[in-house]
């Protein structure tokens, strides 16, 4: 069986990939599977440079085609933040509970005009040979005014879609994992791997 690595230790994540990855026949690895493996500092300036920077190092490191993906939320009135940053957006070791509460503070008092937002996920897929490419996917929305949701991760629960009256929080996995940024990208992504020859 063809393996593939993905490159997070991250469990929502990983979760989703694992979910939209089900109907291929590979084997599907993680970082879990690689307990000695020290990731790279997420040094680059861009969701792109940054899922580069992952799917090469781990892919240098295990010799397998490797799938990474970096990916955040912009907000329009921020100027694009938190950007790059989401993950840490509260300040290195924060929680996604912290930075929900930074955002919603720095959004106080912002008419709902003003809360447009996008969920941006970019994959990279690096080859042990080299090859590599690069997809991006986006969803629209707005930042809803507080907490909605038990499901997805991040942050889901103040990411609101006008189009079906709820945040992602609120929508099934499956529902999710149809319109998501990252199925989005993903759908692009396993386009390219399908035509690989062999993985």
Sequence with gaps: ???????????????????????????????????DYIAPEETGDSFAENALLK???????TGLITLADDSGLTVDFLGGAPGIYSARYAGEGCSSA??????????KGTPRELRKAAFICVIAVVLPGGGQQVFCGRLQGLIAEDYAGEGGFGYDPLFYLPHYDKTVAQLSAEQKNKISHRARALAAAKEYLRGIEEI
Excluded: V
């Excluded at 912290?98 to 959004?107: A, F, H, I, P, Y």
């Design 1 to 35: 069986m063809r393996k593939l690595l993905l490159a997070s230790t991250n469990k929502g994540k990983l979760r989703e990939l694992q979910a939209l990855l089900a109907d291929e026949d590979w084997q599907i690895l993680s970082l879990a599977d690689y307990p």
């Design 55 to 61: 799917a090469r190092a781990a892919a240098a490191y």
């Design 98 to 107: 912290d930075c929900n509460s930074k955002l919603l503070k720095e959004l």
